[in-house]
């Protein structure tokens, strides 16, 4: 804990004069253009690894980078997301996994989770994509869990949709969904291209896209 | 959305380059210090304002920085908290409030959230703190935003004692909890000090701790 | 009452006689191919309008015919259908809607549920669907009810996206989703088609299909 | 699937044109007089066994004809029944269990459900008849499944009182409960007798009912 704190008074006194005035107009007020859903890891830094500034993304983190799908007894994650969307108005949802995830190692190695009851629990919320990733061949424990960090990335996008402030600004033409991983070792970034349904370098291709509004909300 | 990318762009070209040997090192470990709890808000930046590196910190971030008390049915927070304590074995958690936080005024303020019912079903974990803060007088709107975001930090770490993998480690003397309010401005920092129950200069007062280990279990 | 069981008594004298053959085949399997989701609605007879015969189809009825997304806390339709994809196999689920719907009329005015707590619950499945529709202009109550009922059945088919059993036979190639719209006065149905995301005469276009399985999976 | 759509075009083309009448009637509103509660099972077709048309019955059909008690957390099932009760006003409900049902068979056989997690969840809402079956001897396995089926519909029966609109229905004396076994092999019906407790004969003893409004409520 001292080096946090230290963090913090160096943060107070070096940090802080350069980016006072950035700080003293946001002092009451956010206008995130994004909202960043990734994991609790402490390898993942989303502001980082953006290059965004305070005040630039919303973010939500926890273990997994899971979004459980609309029911009628919302968590965490949906009340963000609805506040994300429908209060601040955000235009893009990047959900971002990574290499070496714990909880996707978990579930890729049938890690048995008894005494976890918690985190068994949450992790269901990606069961969709356990089971589409189980079914497949892999060459090894490596390229299953690879595999599984991808799947879990599109599943949660399927279950991001069911979301009514989501359905709703994606027929409204003012939303587009991202599915990314992002390699802790490369620092590399693929993301999901929903036409062809593959992982595509960033880099390469970065205006990829893995829901983008519905078509007759374009047109309009 | 583009200057995300763009960011990412630069992140790989021009800040990754002198991480790499630290990134090499966390390609597959991570061995955080301390659990950050703090709210999805743009402007709060944790690793920023704690100065730390990639792997120091373990990140929870959602609307109104909540962590639901423990229940038959885990959510997200729980689930997260329970792998960092569990498994992560981090030695500390902060509970981060800040300053002009949306869901903090929304409660403060007694705004009408029926058209986003998850996020008024997600605020009902705040529901002591918002008892405890209606029933004092304040001086302005303000004060009780202000007196709101303190009362809230206190609540959650109330919450976050009643989840088992928490309550194992304080009575084991290995977790200490500390709750802080930023404010965006300033860049100041005042953490809870467990003995007086009051709000303290975390530049003054380095080493305040909300709650520490049981006396016993120190003393083991 | 009375009719029912008269009407009980007539099958068994009348009906059963000429079924007795295939009531036999049956006793000890079903083999259905398909899995049809529609509304308790009195008027919607699902084995009648589509002239199935015992066996054929295997059938949820609900108000509504919603399908809560996938959770960790899964009910009837969810296990349902796990049965039916998981167990049984079918190759294709249809999620039908129908005119003069009460539970999408209830929605679509807006119609105070306070004494239906547990109408108002189940109807919260709907909520994409209700956001979406209360987004458009429509030229008379009638036209949103329509609306309502269509935006319903897409919003089931996201729902039901989510399901793991689903996500894997979609993935795997040996399922599709259709989407279907019944008219009780003229017994017309519209189907919903994946590639144009509108709502087409089922007669004029038998084949059209909401969502096939994945590209790859249907190459390999 | 090419056989439902080509039955959806006779039904349009031979069925349609003689209900034509009915369903013009029936266009704008329905009227049943009873709630029908049964299996998905392909092979139990209610309108066929009751030989009711259109408009005559509301149905719930999921695996296993279960209908859960009422909780703080209702699904569709409750919904349904409340909807069914509160505003149809139905006069009769039937709970109706049939024969080779592959829900009770897997209680009935303690067979391994941990593949079909959402399956498992949903038949506990059955473990109260498990309970009572499992405590009693059986002269072989189809005698075993026979009395769980029974003991089913005697528990789903037991469970929907406990609706607080059947509660108030049956004590306003406007309702009656049935508890039904089909036999898919015979057609034969057999009815639970609330008096003896037992299962009679449906077409030997037609007035049959298992729980009939409270007597002060039938004497007002």
Same mark, same amino acid.
């Given at each position: 804990m001292k080096s946090i704190v230290e963090g913090v008074l160096k943060f107070q006194q070096d940090a802080f004069p350069g980016l006072s005035g950035l700080f003293k107009q946001l002092a009451t007020t956010q206008n995130p253009s994004a909202l960043f859903i990734t994991c609790?890891?402490?390898? /993942?830094?989303p502001e980082l690894l953006t290059q965004q500034d305070p005040g630039d993304i919303f973010v939500i983190r926890n273990a997994g980078n899971i979004v459980p799908s609309?029911?009628?007894?919302?968590g965490g994650v949906t009340a963000t997301v609805e506040y994300a969307v429908? /209060?601040?108005?955000?235009?893009d949802i990047v959900v971002c996994g990574h290499s070496d995830c714990g909880a996707m190692t978990a579930i890729s190695t049938c890690k048995c989770l008894d005494h976890l009851p918690a985190v068994a629990g949450w992790l269901r919320h990606a069961d969709a994509a356990k089971a589409v990733n189980a079914s497949r061949n892999h060459i090894s424990p490596a390229a299953r869990l690879s595999s599984m960090v991808r799947e879990n990335v599109i599943a949660q996008l399927a279950n991001i949709k069911t979301h009514p402030s989501v359905a709703l600004a994606l027929e409204q033409g003012r939303l587009s969904l991202h599915g990314w991983v992002y390699d802790i070792e490369s620092g590399a970034i693929v993301a999901l291209d929903g036409v062809s349904n593959t992982f595509v370098s960033l880099a390469e291709f970065?205006?990829?896209?893995a829901t983008q509004a519905k078509r007759s909300a374009l047109a309009a």
């Open positions: 609790s890891d402490s390898r /993942v830094v609309y029911s009628s007894e919302p429908a /209060v601040l108005g955000v235009t970065p205006e990829t896209v």
